[in-house]
């Protein structure tokens, strides 16, 4: 592999919520989804995100995990239908990079305009009592209908307020209710969270309920590889008609295969995303491919192609619309400097 490779600018943005062991029942429903800011958080959240979590400072060191280490955490985000629960609601899961089939944390995230002073939007989070029944909830139309309020628990403490600041959202947690009791000293969660298009940052404190001294810090931010992405300029071609024949050029797009993403607009009012994956993908099981998707903006996958891992090109078609990526540096073993 040529060591040269151009780092594509594009990112993936990236989202870890923290998470206490959740107590309590569900309660209210609504969520008023026709409110502007809920409507567009909702939009820009969901998406899979891939993490860098430093741990910066530990007041009791895990031998485990020293001070400065950090792990490979994958965040994937959907919106989900459960109209019992709310108007807008999330499912968030998490994992470690290469271990895709062990979520370390699941969550129902509910989304609506915040009641209290300032605006924005409250996101209130609902945990799993039987996590392992509901793996992979976003993938079951089955598991969702299956869902009932008393397979969830919920905190209010960890409720998180985000407002809107031009094409971010930024917030956290409020005061110190979100309690933590996964250690053996009582412990809050303070978070501090911001989530835009292409755009994610966050932190989590931990302090100590008794002297609010700080226990643990965790730093959060986007994950990528320097030298070993590929930048692909993607061709796409849109027909009127829906018939292969009459596909024209809509639009070229440059992305790279560490997660690169790129948005467009069809002549119809659709608005679509492709993205491209290499190495990156934790959900290969083992095998090298070079993935490329095609999906609604910030919706499940319409289309999926693939093909190996070091291809220096990639395409699908189905009728309506067709798209090829070739690689802009075409990949044909290591080069001398």
């Not at 040529?2 to 309660?27: D, E, Q, Y």
């Not at 969660?189 to 002297?211: E, F, K, N, P």
């Not at 490329?292 to 693939?306: D, F, H």
């Amino acid at each position: 592999m040529n060591a040269a490779r151009p780092l594509a600018v594009a990112a993936i943005a990236v989202m870890l919520l923290p998470l206490a062991r959740a107590a309590g029942t569900v309660t209210g429903t609504g969520t008023g989804a026709g409110d502007g800011d809920v409507a567009t958080l909702a939009a820009w959240w969901p998406g899979i995100y891939d993490n860098a979590e430093q741990l910066v400072f530990s007041r009791e060191p895990d031998p485990a995990r020293i001070e400065g280490s950090q792990l490979r955490v994958r965040t994937l985000v959907s919106q989900v239908s459960l109209p019992w629960l709310g108007d807008t609601v999330l499912y968030l899961e998490e994992f470690l990079h290469d271990d895709p089939e062990r979520p370390r944390r699941q969550v129902l995230l509910r989304l609506e305009p915040n009641s209290g002073g300032g605006g924005g939007v409250r996101v209130r989070q609902y945990t799993l009592r039987e996590p392992a029944r509901f793996r992979h909830l976003h993938r079951s139309p089955r598991l969702i209908a299956s869902l009932r309020v008393d397979d969830l628990a919920s905190n209010p403490g960890c409720d998180l307020v985000l407002r809107r600041e031009v094409k971010q959202f930024t917030g956290g947690t409020e005061g110190n209710a979100c309690r933590d009791d996964t250690g053996e000293v009582a412990r809050y969660v303070d978070y501090r969270l911001l989530v835009g298009q292409d755009l994610y940052w966050y932190r989590l404190r931990r302090y100590g309920v008794a002297d609010n001294e700080l226990e643990e810090e965790l730093a959060g931010y986007t994950w990528f590889q320097l030298y070993q992405a590929r930048l692909f300029s993607c061709r796409v071609r849109w027909s009127a008609t829906g018939r292969a024949a009459d596909l024209r050029e809509l639009v070229r797009l440059d992305v790279h295969d560490q997660g690169g993403r790129a948005r467009f607009g069809t002549p119809d009012g659709r608005r679509l995303e492709i993205e491209l994956h290499g190495d990156d993908w934790p959900f290969a099981g083992g095998r090298d491919a070079l993935l490329l998707m095609l999906g609604e903006e910030g919706g499940a996958p319409i289309a999926t192609a693939w093909t190996r891992v070091d291809a220096d090109a990639i395409s699908m078609r189905l009728g309506w619309i067709a798209v090829r990526c070739a690689a802009i540096a075409p990949d044909h073993g290591a080069l001398g400097s």
